[in-house]
């Protein structure tokens, strides 16, 4: 069977990076394995640019489902330091979503909108038989700023400060407790906070109010591959070696010992909402007590050096070469 998930750098690098359509020099970064966003340069502007796929898990409630999946799409435009401003939705719904729960989910992506200035510029709305939960669409969304406030994903340099917020497998473990609790054998008090780990999967505003905090030099959202691929993945950008201190690393109740029960490791498993940031030392400060502000889980981690690589108490952090939580979420989901 093909590996779920995100396909993996030879094949993007084989595939996908030599066949980009037209070259344009207002294209400033590309599509890239393991960057956020896309960066575009118009009229001496700033235009960062991500799209995602959305989806939406019914058992959250329509609202509540809508927001998570909703900021999964803001936060790679966020990363950059430069507020979205503009957002391009398309729905594909299944046939069993009624009107009032289209009307939820709406109603719930204009308020959000509404709330951090981004404005609906175009989308699609239908319904096709072959369509079903969880994906039910994608959506692209644009900031637009001053390019001295762009924040670069492959910004980081040695003598910056590495802060994690949240920690690893938030939302794997949130996902996999919240729709499969009764196949996991464990104290009804872990699963309850393991199934609180969904509410840490929102990280926008969290990302933009440490770029306005900063300076910061770098910022990554840990999704497919966790924060063993997020911490490779800047690194490797920078050219620059990424020391890190195992102990200090934040961990959320619930986390470990879901990962422990299925067995795979929660450094390489799949965690919207958790920010991995360089921060220059001047910075780390207002960066933590901005966070912590907003009730965000941040701790100093590790620093940047000259060199490659990533290192935890002197051991070499490999990047995953899948998400392990992808395999264990397709077993449940086929009963097996």
């Given at each position: 069977?093909?590996?779920?998930?995100?396909?993996?750098?030879?094949?993007?690098?084989?595939?996908?990076?030599?066949?980009?359509?037209?070259?344009?020099?207002?294209?400033?970064?590309?599509?890239?394995?393991?960057?956020?966003?896309?960066?575009?340069?118009?009229?001496?502007?700033?235009?960062?640019?991500?799209?995602?796929?959305?989806?939406?898990?019914?058992?959250?409630?329509?609202?509540?489902?809508?927001?998570?999946?909703?900021?999964?799409?803001?936060?790679?435009?966020?990363?950059?330091?430069?507020?979205?401003?503009?957002?391009?939705?398309?729905?594909?719904?299944?046939?069993?979503?009624?009107?009032?729960?289209?009307?939820?989910?709406?109603?719930?992506?204009?308020?959000?909108?509404?709330?951090?200035?981004?404005?609906?510029?175009?989308?699609?709305?239908?319904?096709?038989?072959?369509?079903?939960?969880?994906?039910?669409?994608?959506?692209?969304?644009?900031?637009?700023?001053?390019?001295?406030?762009?924040?670069?994903?492959?910004?980081?340099?040695?003598?910056?400060?590495?802060?994690?917020?949240?920690?690893?497998?938030?939302?794997?473990?949130?996902?996999?407790?919240?729709?499969?609790?009764?196949?996991?054998?464990?104290?009804?008090?872990?699963?309850?906070?393991?199934?609180?780990?969904?509410?840490?999967?929102?990280?926008?505003?969290?990302?933009?109010?440490?770029?306005?905090?900063?300076?910061?030099?770098?910022?990554?959202?840990?999704?497919?591959?966790?924060?063993?691929?997020?911490?490779?993945?800047?690194?490797?950008?920078?050219g620059v070696r990424f020391e890190i201190?195992?102990?200090?690393?934040?961990?959320?109740?619930?986390?470990?010992?879901?990962?422990?029960?299925?067995?795979?490791?929660?450094?390489?498993?799949?965690?919207?909402?958790?920010?991995?940031?360089?921060?220059?030392?001047?910075?780390?400060?207002?960066?933590?007590?901005?966070?912590?502000?907003?009730?965000?889980?941040?701790?100093?981690?590790?620093?940047?050096?000259?060199?490659?690589?990533?290192?935890?108490?002197?051991?070499?952090?490999?990047?995953?070469?899948?998400?392990?939580?992808?395999?264990?979420?397709?077993?449940?989901?086929?009963?097996?």
């Open positions: 069977m093909t590996d779920l998930g995100k396909v993996d750098r030879a094949f993007f690098e084989d595939r996908i990076a030599p066949k980009l359509g037209a070259d344009r020099e207002d294209v400033r970064i590309g599509p890239t394995h393991g960057i956020d966003f896309g960066l575009l340069s118009v009229g001496g502007r700033a235009v960062a640019v991500a799209t995602d796929p959305i989806s939406i898990l019914p058992v959250l409630g329509f609202e509540r489902a809508t927001r998570f999946a909703l900021d999964l799409v803001i936060a790679d435009v966020a990363v950059s330091g430069l507020a979205p401003s503009h957002l391009s939705i398309s729905f594909t719904l299944p046939p069993e979503m009624g009107d009032e729960e289209f009307a939820t989910v709406w109603e719930t992506v204009d308020r959000e909108c509404r709330e951090m200035g981004i404005a609906v510029a175009t989308g699609h709305t239908a319904r096709y038989s072959e369509c079903s939960y969880p994906w039910i669409g994608a959506a692209t969304v644009f900031g637009v700023g001053d390019p001295e406030e762009l924040i670069r994903p492959d910004g980081a340099r040695p003598g910056d400060r590495l802060l994690l917020t949240t920690g690893p497998a938030a939302e794997a473990v949130g996902v996999l407790a919240t729709l499969f609790s009764d196949r996991i054998d464990l104290p009804d008090s872990v699963l309850s906070a393991a199934r609180d780990r969904i509410e840490d999967v929102h990280c926008a505003r969290d990302a933009l109010a440490a770029a306005a905090a900063g300076p910061i030099s770098a910022m990554h959202d840990a999704t497919e591959g966790g924060i063993a691929g997020a911490m490779n993945e800047m690194a490797a950008g920078a201190d195992r102990d200090a690393v934040v961990l959320r109740p619930g986390v470990e010992e879901v990962a422990d029960h299925f067995d795979f490791d929660s450094w390489a498993a799949t965690s919207c909402g958790t920010l991995l940031l360089a921060v220059d030392p001047s910075g780390v400060e207002r960066v933590v007590e901005a966070l912590e502000a907003r009730d965000t889980a941040v701790a100093e981690i590790g620093r940047v050096r000259e060199g490659e690589g990533v290192v935890a108490d002197g051991e070499r952090v490999a990047p995953p070469e899948r998400d392990p939580s992808w395999a264990v979420y397709a077993a449940l989901a086929a009963g097996s």
